[in-house]
């Protein structure tokens, strides 16, 4: 008999439903990421221009502590660098963030890259096409999930797309800028940088140089 019933009690339990199913959880994974060295390169920047503290006081609690401690971790989302650019344009403008893109990539990044870069310059003659037609494999170093493209235009002239997944920030494209004027630089050509309105994920630049 209490076999039976033992029999009876082990069918009722397994006919029984189980637990739901766990769910995965979301995915939290951000959109595109820069370097810790990236980072660095325009927070040391934001000091050069004097604007650091001004700036830090305008963030957010992550963001400060993400300033204050750059390499906590190896890469950040996007949007860390993000609101800090977007912070220094509210205070300081547009023309302050142009001028730490510059700075940034003047003292740190472009430092990272001059190897390569004296070695191409050497076989193409500092030509900015054959410069500006490596962004992309330059950039790999300091951002993920941002394509760059570069579309040579007739003679001294080009185009250069930077495409985020996302939309972002308007002050970035100033950001962008800026850098884009240090290459100029770096390579010894004078010319300008022009900025176009794509969309909100796209940013745009026709290069011009002598």
Known sequence: MWVHLVRIAVSFLWAM????????????????????????????????????????????????????????Q??????VNEGIVAALCAVHGEQAVEQVGFLSVQRSIGPLVMPFLRVLIAVTGADPKSVFSKLGQFSTSSTR???????????????????????VDPAVKALWRGGLRCGL??????????????DARTLRYQIVWQ
Do not use: C
């Open 17 to 72: 439903p189980g637990p739901p199913p766990r769910m995965r959880p979301m995915s939290t994974a951000p959109s595109y990421e820069v370097s810790a060295t990236y980072l660095d390169a325009n927070l040391k920047a934001l000091r050069e221009a004097g604007h650091f503290d001004s700036v830090l006081a305008a963030l957010s609690p992550e963001l400060k502590a993400a300033a204050q401690s750059p390499y906590g």
């Open 74 to 79: 190896s890469w950040w989302p996007g949007k």
């Open 145 to 167: 999930g941002v394509s760059i493209d570069w579309k040579p235009g007739e003679g001294t002239r080009g185009e250069i797309t930077v495409t985020y997944p996302t939309p």
């Open 185 to 198: 630089t770096m390579l010894k050509r004078e010319g300008r940088v022009d900025d176009q309105h794509v």
